[in-house]
C-alpha cells in the first residue's frame, strides 16, 4: 500500500522537475529560482556544520567548500540549459534522479531484505537495486524518445547516475545523523528541507553528466 509520504515525496520531486523546467524557458526566472535554491540549501547546510563542527575553522572550511560546489552547480545548469542537447541530457538526469528515489521507495517497501547501512536504517539491498532499475528505464527511456538513440553507454550512464544519487543521499543521511536531526527543514512535505529533497540531486547530475561525457569522448 502506497503511503501518504511517499505521495508527498513523489508530488514534491515532480513539482521541482516541473518548477526547473518550466523557469529553463525563461532565463532570468530559472537564474532567480536557482538563487533561492542554492541560497535556502546554503543556509540549511550552515544550520547542520554548525551543529556538528566545534572547531570554526573546520566548520567554516566544509560551509566554503558546500558553497563553492553549490556555486558551480547552479551555474553550469543555468548555462547548459540554454543549449537543446545539453538541456535534454541534463533534465533527463533529473527525472533519472527522481525516478532513483521512487524506484528505492517502491522496491524497498515490497520487497524488503537486508539493509545496506547503519547510516540509513531505511534503506535496502532490493531497494537500491530498484533505484537502479527505474533510474535506467526513465533515464534511458527519454534520450531513446528525444534523441532516437538507445546504446549501452545511456543504459551505463543510468546505472552510474542512480549509484551516485544514492550515494549522495547516503552522504546527507550520514550528516544528518552526525548532527542528530531527521531532516534538514520542516517545510516540504514529506521531505522536510530542501537538502532533504535535492541530496541525491546534487551528486546524481553532475556525475551522470560527467560519466556519459568521457564515456562520448572515448
Sequence with gaps: MISNNFKKRSLTSFLLFLALYFASLFDPILLY????????????????????????????????????????????????????????????????????????????????GPKISKISPNKTVSGSIGSVILCCVIFSGLIFFFTANLSSIIIFTGIFTSIFCQLGDLFFSYLKRKAKIKDTGNYLPGHGGLLDRVDGILLGVPMGFIVLSLFLIK
Excluded at 544550520?47 to 556538528?52: G, P, Q, V
Excluded at 547548459?80 to 521512487?102: E, P
Design 33 to 112: 529560482l536557482l538563487i533561492i535554491i542554492g541560497v535556502i540549501s546554503v543556509l540549511e547546510f550552515i544550520n547542520i556544520c554548525n551543529k556538528i563542527f566545534k572547531n570554526n575553522y573546520t566548520r567554516l572550511l566544509n560551509i566554503i567548500i558546500f558553497i563553492i560546489y553549490l556555486f558551480a552547480y547552479c551555474s553550469l545548469f543555468f548555462y547548459f540549459s540554454k543549449f537543446i542537447y545539453l538541456k535534454i541530457i541534463i533534465f533527463s538526469l533529473l527525472l533519472g534522479c527522481i525516478a532513483s528515489d521512487i524506484g528505492g521507495y517502491i522496491f524497498g517497501n515490497i520487497l524488503k
